[in-house]
């Protein structure tokens, strides 16, 4: 079992920048495969960004490629979503995620799920 907090969030203006970061308690951070997704209001959780347990490989989704990067610090059980170039169409609650596997990341189904931290981009 892993438990996961997110925090970071926040009211920025288009074009601006947040780092959002997720920290793990439980069994050990660096088995699992982390992930980031967001959901707007009425609409579906979209996946965001993914990174292997060692952070060596990471994948993005297109909404977001070339604008935000994933990164994670075993040692204090923590992953980063660093987002720049902010746009209103990035407000969203967004979510931290984890899953046990292989040294892959995954854009699904993850086991353990954040409470969420909330991201609205003022235009």
């Known amino acids: 079992q892993v438990q996961l907090v997110e925090s970071g969030g926040g009211l920025v203006q288009a074009g601006g920048s947040l780092r959002l970061s997720c920290a793990a308690s439980?069994?050990?951070?660096?088995?699992?495969?982390m992930g980031w997704f967001r959901q707007a209001p009425g609409k579906e959780r979209e996946f965001v960004a993914a990174i292997s347990w060692s952070g060596g490989s990471t994948y993005y989704g297109d909404s977001v490629k070339g604008r935000f990067t994933i990164s994670r610090d075993n040692a204090k059980n923590t992953v980063y979503l660093q987002m720049n170039s902010l746009k209103p169409e990035d407000t969203a609650v967004y979510y931290c995620?984890?899953?046990?596997?292989?040294?892959?990341?995954?854009?699904?189904?993850?086991?353990?799920w954040g409470q969420g931290t909330q991201v609205t981009v003022s235009s």
């Open positions: 995620a984890a899953r046990e596997g292989g040294n892959y990341y995954y854009t699904g189904p993850y086991d353990y």
């Open positions: 439980g069994r050990t951070f660096s088995s699992y495969a």
